[in-house]
């Protein structure tokens, strides 16, 4: 199949960049590639919105019924000790007057309605497993992912192979470290004039609270516990409509305890006497978890190569401070849209123009303003407020960029390090993981191959297991790995690729470098009906 546009993913930067090439010329044939079983079945985010993106994409949004309805009215933000919770001034960036607290499933839903009534094509179900080259080595296209294949990689009777659709250009959309993206990285060495990036990991629950607890508007954040003052993190709580409450907890993956559990660090803090009190009386109806990328401006990779470029979270232009990425991901859709708006006559043309006009635009003085912000944190939480009131009284216009670094080469080995005593689930507030993967409605067909692939299959148990006691089995989110010791055996990694909510925190996480996440067949993975 042939298109003037592939873009992957069904996402906000994907989806806004579809809407603007169509209302630049309705005649622009476009095709979106979505991995999840439906449109927003993959997405996970708070989420306060700031509709700033959204007032120039689609300025009568609210005629046409977008799923922004309740308004951020009140702001709160505490230092959590293990007992206490101090109220702190609000920085300027997480002041959210005009903002909304959304679900922005349901509004990547709105979004992929909208863009097809005006003629873009979206294709759920089908993952985009391989890029296609010419003989130049420009990326002309994408190909699907084959189905029916056996756990060998066998066909079976209801083996389908998979699609090739070519594009003059190939926007990649996939979110935060996307499978397809960190091949063209280092194919192109997009990374060679930028820091590694950095993440986080945020795990996320829906809770429907009592009416007489619930504060329709409320956007509350915190730090300190349970994180240590070495290890970056922090919690939101918003109060959506019909009592429902977005619940999360964010640990950034440059943490260095290999005990540490970021699943855990989450049901920990619900038990808090300033949280849990909340969610007494209340049901869990949702779970979710998905990384974040935390880099910033100095972390963004070169943007474009020929045949194509990197838009919205695959890029890196998530606002750290602001804790939101969801308006400058729409935006750089945009963007990418209008410049390539005159580079659709050949395939394989490399659209410069991108990158100079993101710079010629509000994100990108966004971005630069806060550069130092997050990684002002790299020295610890107390060296990081301090950085962060400087940073923002000065508007982020000191000459200095301060430099980020690669996650996995920041975890300690296990000697140098006490284990981290977390309480059992009680199964009210706290929860053990495999109930959670539950409430994500994660579905994988029975009997394909295995999307988690180890380069070496010996590195779990003769390096990461007497190193950092294999921290796999803690870090993942969904319970996918573990360590099976039997009797009289040696021990062996057990991967439950079943589990996986797509997080791709083993990917960016192992201290070995030593996990490859690539797309499963078909819609695999979960399916959040109101993240």
Same mark, same amino acid.
């Not at 003085?365 to 002002?376: H, M, P, T, Y």
């Given at each position: 199949m042939e298109y003037d546009v592939v873009i992957i993913g069904a996402g906000i930067s994907g989806l806004s960049c579809a809407i603007r090439l169509k209302q630049l010329n309705s005649d622009i044939n476009v095709c979106i590639l979505e991995k999840g079983s439906e449109v927003g079945a993959h997405i996970m985010s708070g989420a306060v919105f700031e509709p700033r993106a959204l007032d120039e994409l689609i300025p009568d949004w609210k005629d046409k019924n977008a799923p922004l309805t309740c308004a951020a009215t009140k702001d709160k933000f505490t230092f959590l000790t293990k007992k206490m919770a101090f109220p702190m001034p609000i920085p300027p960036q997480m002041h959210n007057k005009g903002n909304y607290i959304i679900s922005l499933g349901n509004l990547c839903r709105w979004l992929s309605n909208y863009a097809e009534s005006l003629g873009v094509e979206i294709f759920a179900g089908f993952a985009a497993a391989e890029i296609l080259y010419n003989d130049a080595g420009a990326v002309i296209g994408v190909a699907t992912g084959d189905m029916g294949l056996d756990e060998h990689g066998n066909k079976t009777d209801l083996f389908e192979a998979g699609?090739?659709?070519?594009?003059?250009?190939?926007?990649?959309?996939?979110?935060?470290?996307?499978?397809?993206?960190?091949?063209?990285?280092? !194919?192109?060495?997009?990374?060679?004039?930028?820091?590694?990036?950095?993440?986080?990991?945020?795990?996320?629950?829906?809770?429907?609270?009592?009416?007489?607890?619930?504060?329709?508007?409320?956007?509350?954040?915190?730090?300190?516990?349970? %994180?240590?003052? !070495?290890?970056?993190?922090?919690?939101?709580?918003?109060?959506?409509?019909?009592?429902?409450?977005?619940?999360?907890? *964010?640990?950034?993956?440059?943490?260095?305890?290999?005990?540490?559990?970021?699943?855990?660090? %989450?049901?920990?803090?619900?038990?808090?006497?300033?949280? !849990?009190?909340?969610?007494?009386?209340?049901?869990?109806?949702?779970?979710?978890?998905?990384?974040? *990328?935390?880099?910033?401006?100095?972390?963004?990779?070169?943007?474009?190569?020929?045949?194509?470029?990197?838009?919205?979270?695959?890029?890196?232009?998530?606002?750290?401070?602001?804790?939101?990425?969801?308006?400058?991901? %729409?935006?750089?859709?945009? *963007?990418?849209?209008?410049?390539?708006?005159?580079?659709?006559?050949?395939?394989? *043309?490399?659209?410069?123009?991108?990158?100079?006009?993101?710079?010629?635009?509000?994100?990108?003085?966004?971005?630069?303003?806060?550069?130092?912000?997050?990684?002002?944190?790299? !020295?610890?939480?107390?060296?990081?407020?301090?950085?962060?009131?400087?940073?923002?009284?000065?508007?982020?216009?000191?000459?200095?960029?301060?430099?980020?670094?690669?996650?996995?080469?920041?975890?300690?080995?296990?000697?140098?390090?006490?284990?981290?005593?977390?309480?059992?689930?009680?199964?009210?507030?706290?929860f053990d993981r495999l109930t959670s993967v539950q409430l994500s409605n994660t579905n994988h067909a029975e009997n394909q191959p295995c999307h988690l692939k180890l380069k070496d299959p010996k590195i779990p148990i003769e390096v990461n297991l007497p190193k950092y006691g294999e921290p796999a089995q803690r870090y993942c989110p969904a319970g996918v790995y573990e360590i099976i010791e039997e009797s009289g055996q040696e021990p062996r990694l057990q991967i439950n690729s079943q589990n996986c909510v797509h997080c791709k925190t083993c990917d960016i996480k192992d201290p070995s470098q030593n996990i490859d996440w690539c797309v499963p067949q078909g819609g695999g993975g979960p399916n959040y009906p109101n993240m």
């Open positions: 699609m090739e659709l070519f594009a003059r250009q190939t926007i990649f959309a996939e979110g935060c470290h996307g499978s397809l993206t960190k091949i063209l990285i280092d !194919k192109y060495d997009l990374r060679a004039n930028s820091d590694p990036q950095t993440y986080g990991l945020g795990i996320k629950e829906l809770w429907e609270v009592s009416p007489d607890k619930h504060k329709q508007g409320l956007c509350k954040h915190s730090i300190g516990w349970p %994180m240590d003052s !070495k290890t970056y993190g922090g919690s939101w709580i918003y109060h959506m409509e019909d009592n429902l409450v977005s619940i999360g907890f *964010v640990v950034g993956l440059d943490y260095k305890n290999p005990y540490l559990s970021p699943y855990d660090e %989450m049901q920990r803090f619900k038990t808090h006497p300033s949280i !849990k009190p909340l969610l007494e009386g209340g049901k869990r109806i949702a779970y979710g978890a998905r990384t974040l *990328v935390e880099g910033g401006f100095q972390s963004l990779p070169k943007l474009t190569f020929a045949g194509g470029l990197l838009i919205g979270d695959t890029a890196g232009f998530l606002n750290v401070p602001k804790i939101k990425g969801n308006h400058t991901a %729409m935006k750089s859709g945009m *963007v990418a849209a209008e410049s390539i708006y005159d580079n659709l006559q050949d395939y394989g *043309v490399e659209c410069s123009s991108y990158s100079d006009n993101l710079k010629d635009t509000w994100l990108w003085d966004e971005l630069k303003s806060v550069r130092n912000i997050r990684a002002g944190f790299h !020295k610890g939480l107390l060296a990081g407020l301090i950085n962060a009131f400087i940073e923002t009284i000065t508007g982020g216009k000191r000459s200095h960029t301060l430099k980020n670094h690669a996650d996995h080469t920041q975890l300690e080995e296990l000697s140098k390090h006490k284990p981290i005593d977390y309480p059992k689930p009680d199964g009210v507030i706290t």
